[in-house]
């Protein structure tokens, strides 16, 4: 049986919402790519019609096209295994797959299988929160992992020292798979649960929270963030562009929230804020 394959180019910012609308689509194994993604699904699985619909639904974006091909059956996990790399951040973390071979020992490993999840470290902004979470004293603290994705960030949270790490994402696979990455580098004190952040109620406010999402969810949640953080904790963010940094400091701003530092890397951001009351 041969497989349809979509390629998708898209904005970053709508990876997320497209996979989980293609998901509902039948299509079930997805790949980043410079441009955006592939995704992949049986042939009597692909609801094309519904694709077209996705397409109709977001062609308000730019850019955005959606191309179909057919592919024949092949070893998926040997496919995905060709195209992914180990990523080291700042010589201190290794982020890996169960298949690579390192020598080298770093300070902090992660062993990631990203599944149908976004978040290897690839990507820019997973890049730039590591390298800031390195930054902060996560020993003994209470976090926060909002959109957790595969859960690298709140494994990261662990191995720097954190008590326990409540994590969440939208995405049922997200959930599925960040246990597993939890599970697999012996990180017992992470909880993950699907749902977003006005879903749950949060009895206790957190030393770190960490969002690396985009800046339209982070706008819109940033009053949310300052709620639930404690007087001197840390809000580490990113999913944005260089250019949006002035947004997203006002908006946080006017939440209480301070501005400490920002990281850059290419186009993209993070920042470091701090809630002053």
């Known amino acids: 049986m041969n497989y349809t394959r979509l390629e998708v180019t898209c904005p970053s910012e709508y990876t997320e919402i497209l996979i989980a609308e293609l998901a509902e689509a039948g299509f079930g194994m997805f790949m980043e790519t410079d441009a955006g993604f592939e995704a992949d699904a049986e042939e009597d699985s692909a609801d094309l019609t519904a694709v077209e619909s996705i397409r109709n639904k977001y062609a308000h974006v730019s850019p955005l096209t959606i191309t179909t091909s057919s592919v024949p059956k092949q070893n998926w996990n040997e496919e995905w295994e060709k195209h992914v790399e180990p990523v080291i951040v700042d010589d201190q973390c290794l982020i890996r797959a169960e298949f690579h071979q390192i020598q080298k020992k770093y300070p902090y490993e992660i062993i990631i299988t990203p599944k149908m999840s976004f978040g290897t470290g690839h990507h820019q902004t997973t890049h730039l929160m590591i390298k800031s979470q390195m930054t902060l004293d996560h020993r003994n603290k209470l976090v926060m992992d909002a959109g957790c994705g595969t859960a690298v960030l709140s494994i990261m949270a662990s191995k720097l020292g954190a008590s326990?790490?409540?994590?969440?994402?939208?995405?049922?696979?997200?959930?599925?798979?960040?246990?597993?990455?939890?599970?697999?580098?012996?990180?017992?004190n992470i909880r993950i649960r699907q749902g977003a952040i006005a879903d749950f109620d949060w009895p206790n406010p957190f030393d770190v929270?960490?969002?690396?999402?985009?800046?339209?969810i982070l706008l819109t949640e940033m009053a949310i963030y300052a709620k639930n953080l404690?007087?001197?904790?840390?809000?580490?963010l990113s999913g944005f562009y260089v250019k949006d940094i002035p947004d997203l400091s006002a908006r946080a701003k006017a939440c209480g929230l301070d501005t400490i530092s920002h990281a850059e890397r290419e186009d993209w951001a993070a920042l470091t804020l701090v809630r002053s009351v």
């Open 209 to 216: 929270i960490l969002a690396n999402i985009n800046k339209n």
């Open 164 to 188: 326990n790490v409540e994590a969440f994402d939208i995405d049922e696979w997200s959930i599925l798979n960040g246990q597993e990455n939890a599970a697999l580098n012996g990180c017992s």
């Open 230 to 236: 404690k007087p001197g904790g840390k809000l580490l």
